[in-house]
């Protein structure tokens, strides 16, 4: 058979060429699929539709990833890969491990026993568990060949290896050995195979496509960013790192050599494949120039140029005039928030051109889930609302089910403070689960305020923290306090103390839901605090999601199945496994972390809108609109974290991975991809302090090549402010589309109003009314907060100020703390006849005392100052009474009910505190 190569610089130069030579090409059989390779979601997305456009439909074609394929052929070819791919994959290597190194006997590891020992323990088995499974996987992949296999010897890797080895036999390595070495006919290979947009491929896979090759067609569509032969193009950084002058060594166009290197090395086992293999045959290269030849064409096409021809145009820098070419620019913004409010902006005015289509947009970011909430944030409301997509979310983005479900699981170190129960309960999918909504929030906001709750669910909870058993402040102190006010019916000297309002028959049930809700979560805690073996785990796992969530929203759904299909996978692992051994919690909430962290939604690439994705391998989609979010110095490109006991870091072979090399190659990628402009965001300025910050180093390359190349080029420096006036100045190179930062900045730039002598200028409002009759509540209300009472009752302006709960209890007694309250309640119960271990536990039990001691001290020195007054002005305010007030003057009426001693002639007003202007008139 044959293998068939096409190189090309534009993926839809290469897509047309696979439509017309193998995608048109006549089948033996009309029914049989056609296998085409693709490396991620996004690419086999773009094929698929240009496959429909250009050849009016595509239907009945497969499209594995390299791994997926490579895996179908060694199932059909190879005997023991089913088990093995099972048994040797990273996820049953990292729990076999971790159960070999669980039940390991005294010494058997003597390496490990440091990180092993400790509080941690189990946690940081755990950890080692996965990164060394990790390892094992890359060096089956990465290290195939037996010369190269670090996997020898008697070194404590090798141990595990060779106990997993003779616990499940063959291994995933034994199965490629003996693929590659075999010389049967190979069975249930495809007629034709083809390899499309490929930019990188771990010499393994591309060693069996090769095998593959012998006896069947092999179409490799190869996208590069050079036409010349760049085997040998090294930067400067390299060449340094290998300890050859780079003063003598050509490196062609300094952005290819840069940013090259992972690429480079495909191209070069292309090469050695072809020399070595005559029977490989080359279709004609598919280049097509991004300049034309009579014309110079805009910047961003120029360096394109450069690229692919290998050119340095720093040796021939040509002077030009950058004002109106936005084909490539770099935006220094201030902030993560200001690159996508003037991205919005910029896109606004190229849509409302008619140049683009949202189809053709695509906007990347080193990690979408950073600029996730920013893109809501600006992109949700105006024009462009309901025209954008974002790919490459994860589950622990926001408030999503996987961030809800984490808070859960972090309950079993939590005090339970108020904030944190109220914002679990807030959110909707639990909100739902329980039936509170938004607004019944407030309403238990109020109660758990005027209950004085602070954190823990009872006594045993605050003993657990601080080692004090008490039970007030907490939880269970509160609702029982509640439920007794409800069942009492009226309040008793006790319960007249505090502002704890009796819950009314309308929020009973609510608050029954809460209790549901509040007995649930202590149930949960215990749960979280007990040790358990993997299949427990998973069990109790699946009932949170059962028990805490409900939703109704698509979204949520999906998320919640991929959370279900996740725990049901894990039971199936212990029960195949038969993992023996509990662990803690803090193992699980890891795995979770990871999981979350690893499900990236891809499907919303390319659906017609302006997409939004990460920066990934292979997101070399060509798009007439290509920016670029985030090119900040610590985000891109990623660094390299090798690890101490990495085997394969002690000597690098070309295809090893590398995220420094493939964020580079990707960078390319992306320049090489964008038709019309390609823009480059980041955060060139601090906005606190205006500090200058530097680009990413890929972003610095770039820069300082066109200022080299183009001396006139320059980046566009953008304000804090969207409101700056020079956004809506007419001639200013800075553009806004926003009406309210207009209306904004014409308010700014409007001279100051000048007021008649000095006075200010009298509102258009509605003014007072005369009033002819006043509540003494209302004058007591108006006497506390004269602006607020105006503005509430004569222009039906109220400002809602939540209740801040409190976090911690009272320690100290003052008039912060409610000292005056707290004088009122003791004499009133001295008045009541109860006695101080009565007054003492009452008090305690309404939360009005610090615990322990301090609060027992605070009492008797309070109740001790209360009694240094004198006996008849202690008998007189105990004898007050409620005497209804009606007082005319004129045509005002005041009227109300107040408190007064029995002998009007003395009337004592007793305060515990400095008297103000609300407390005057009231009494």
């Known amino acids: 058979m044959s293998f068939y190569l096409y190189p090309g610089n534009k993926l839809e130069t290469l897509a047309e060429c696979y439509c017309r030579t193998v995608d048109s090409a006549v089948r033996p059989d009309p029914l049989e699929r056609e296998t085409v390779i693709v490396q991620t979601q996004g690419m086999a997305s773009y094929l698929r539709q ?11 074609i497969e499209m594995p990833f390299p791994n997926g394929f490579i895996e179908k052929l060694l199932l059909a070819n190879t005997g023991g890969f089913a088990a093995a791919r099972q048994y040797f994959s990273q996820e049953y290597m990292a729990w076999e491990i971790f159960s070999i190194l669980n039940r390991r006997a005294p010494g058997e590891f003597p390496e490990l026993e440091a990180y092993l020992s400790g509080d941690n323990g189990a946690l940081h088995l755990w950890q080692l568990s996965g990164r060394v499974a990790a390892l094992f996987d890359r060096y089956q992949i990465y290290r195939y060949q037996d010369e190269h296999f670090p996997l020898h010897g008697n070194s404590w890797q090798a141990r595990l290896w060779n106990e997993l080895r003779r616990i499940y036999g063959k291994s995933k390595l034994e199965c490629f050995r003996e693929f590659l070495g075999s010389r049967e006919k190979i069975r249930n290979l495809p007629r034709r195979i083809t390899v499309f947009g490929v930019g990188s491929l ?54 290819l050599a840069s940013w090259g290197e992972s690429g480079r090395e495909l191209f070069a086992n292309l090469l050695d494949k072809q020399d070595a293999m005559p029977y490989l045959s080359s279709e004609e290269a598919l280049f097509t120039p991004y300049t034309v030849p009579d014309e110079k064409g ?29 084909s490539l620019e770099i935006l220094n913004c201030h902030a993560p928030k200001r690159e996508v409010e003037i991205l919005h902006d910029k896109l606004l005015m ?52 996987g961030d809800v479900f984490l808070r859960l699981l972090d309950l079993y170190s939590s005090r339970l403070t108020v904030p944190e129960v109220m914002q679990l309960l807030r959110t909707p999918v639990i909100g739902a689960a329980f039936g509170v909504a938004e607004d ?28 004090v058993a008490f039970e007030e402040f907490s939880w269970g102190n509160a609702i029982d306090r509640m439920f007794t ?17 009796q819950l009314r028959e309308g929020d009973m049930e609510l608050f029954g839901r809460f209790c549901r809700f509040l007995r649930m979560i202590r149930q949960l805690r215990r749960s979280l605090r007990e040790n358990r073996d993997l299949a427990s785990w998973m069990e109790l796992m699946q009932r949170m999601l059962n028990g805490f969530f409900a939703t109704s929203e698509p979204e949520d759904n999906s998320e919640l199945a991929e959370l279900r299909k996740f725990f049901s996978d894990k039971s199936f692992i212990a029960g195949k496994l038969q993992i023996s051994g509990d662990f803690p919690v803090t193992v699980i909430i890891d795995i979770v972390k990871k999981f979350l962290d690893s499900v990236r939604d891809s499907f919303s690439f390319l659906r017609g809108k302006i997409t939004f994705c990460s920066l990934t391998p292979l997101r070399s989609i060509p798009a007439d609109v290509i920016a670029v979010l985030g090119l900040d110095e610590a985000a891109f490109p990623r660094r390299d974290v090798t690890l101490g006991f990495d085997l394969m870091s002690y000597k690098i072979l070309p295809g090893d991975r590398s995220a420094a090399r493939e964020d580079r190659y990707l960078f390319l990628e992306a320049l090489m991809s964008a038709r019309k402009n390609f823009w480059c965001f980041y955060n060139g300025r601090s906005r606190r302090n205006g500090k200058t910050l530097m680009p990413s180093p890929v972003l610095g390359e770039l820069l300082d090549y066109l200022r080299q190349s183009y001396p006139g080029f320059q980046e566009t420096m953008h304000h804090l402010q969207p409101f700056s006036r020079e956004y809506f100045e007419v001639g200013s190179p800075l553009r806004s589309c926003s009406k309210e930062d207009f209306q904004v900045a014409k308010l700014l730039a409007s001279p100051p109003k000048e007021f008649p002598s000095g006075r200010l200028v009298e509102s258009a409002g509605p003014g007072c009314t005369d009033i002819e009759h006043v509540e003494l509540e209302a004058l007591i209300k108006w006497a506390g907060d004269p602006a607020g009472y105006l503005l509430a009752n004569h222009h039906d302006i109220r400002f809602a100020i939540p209740a801040v709960s409190r976090e911690r209890e009272v320690l100290t007694v003052n008039a912060l703390n409610g000292r005056y309250q707290l004088d009122r309640n003791i004499a009133e119960m001295e008045s009541a006849d109860f006695s101080e271990e009565e007054s003492l536990a009452a008090l305690r039990r309404n939360n009005m005392l610090p615990p322990g001691s301090a609060g027992r001290n605070a009492f008797y020195k309070e109740l001790a100052m209360i009694r240094q007054l004198p006996e008849a002005w202690r008998q007189e305010y105990y004898s007050q009474e409620r005497l209804a007030l009606k007082f005319e003057h004129g045509t005002m009426k005041l009227s109300g009910i107040f408190e007064c001693s029995s002998l009007l002639d003395k009337q004592k007003i007793l305060f515990s505190a400095h008297a103000n202007t609300s407390s005057s008139l009231k009494h």
């Open 202 to 255: 771990p010499p393994l896979y591309l060693e069996m496509f090769f095998k593959a090759a012998q006896e069947t067609e092999l179409h490799f569509f190869y996208l590069t960013p050079c036409q010349e032969y760049w085997e040998e193009v090294r930067s400067v950084r390299e060449l340094r790192r290998r300890g050859e002058d780079a003063c003598e060594v050509e490196v062609g166009n300094p952005l």
């Open 440 to 467: 019944d929030i407030e309403t238990l906001n109020r109660y758990w305020d005027a209950a004085r709750v602070c954190w823990g669910s009872d006594g045993a909870d605050h003993e657990r923290f601080c080692g």
């Open 298 to 326: 805009d910047i961003l096409h120029r360096l394109q140029q450069d690229i692919l021809d290998m050119t340095d145009r720093r040796e021939m820098p040509e002077e030009i005039t950058t004002a109106g070419d936005t």
């Open 50 to 60: 240009y496959i429909a456009a250009f050849c009016g439909a595509a239907v009945n």
């Open 485 to 501: 006010l409800f069942a009492s019916g009226a309040h008793g000297a006790e319960q007249s103390m505090d502002d704890l309002p």
């Open 350 to 401: 190229l849509l409302d051109s008619g140049k683009v289509e949202l189809r053709n947009i695509i906007v990347m970011a080193p990690d979408i889930n950073d600029y996730y909430p920013y893109i809501d944030a600006v992109f949700s409301r105006g024009p462009l609302k309901n025209c954008y997509t974002v790919s490459d979310r994860d589950l622990h983005t926001g408030c999503g089910i």
